[in-house]
């Protein structure tokens, strides 16, 4: 198994949660995006916020992890950051794009939701390259 620095891979999860918040309030995209995932206020208002949250971080956890040991602890920052913007970019929006052409879902909403993986894999990589 591949060394992983683990206060860097939560962190990194940490720095997920802040951007989604960021991300998705209604100072950056949250009208927007609502609007485009078809979700009224009370929807979005809705759920169990607990789990909701701590399984969101649990699979940023995750999804930092695996990322870690894929870009290993020889990457310069330069090369990790662009590791990162690349899977956010290439691998996650581009699948979430397969996915929405299919459900003929909106433009807008790729773009939010894929915009907000390729800087949340940017970060990965970032915090990442600056810890090894």
Request: proline share 2%; net charge neutral.
């Amino acid at each position: 198994m591949p060394e992983v620095n683990w206060i860097a891979v939560a962190l990194c999860a940490v720095s997920s949660l802040v951007l989604g918040g960021i991300w998705y309030s209604p100072v950056l995209f949250g009208k927007a995006w609502q609007q485009a995932a078809g979700l009224s206020d009370e929807q979005a208002k809705s759920g169990n916020m607990a789990m909701i949250f701590g399984l969101a971080f649990l699979l940023s956890l995750i999804a930092a992890a695996v990322f870690a040991m894929f870009i290993g602890t020889e990457m310069t920052l330069g090369a990790a950051t662009a590791a990162g913007f690349s899977a956010g970019l290439c691998w996650v929006a581009a699948s979430y794009g397969i996915c929405y052409l299919f459900e003929r879902r909106p433009l807008s909403l790729w773009l939010i939701n894929g915009g907000y993986h390729t800087v949340q894999f940017t970060l990965f990589g970032l915090i990442l390259g600056l810890m090894q």
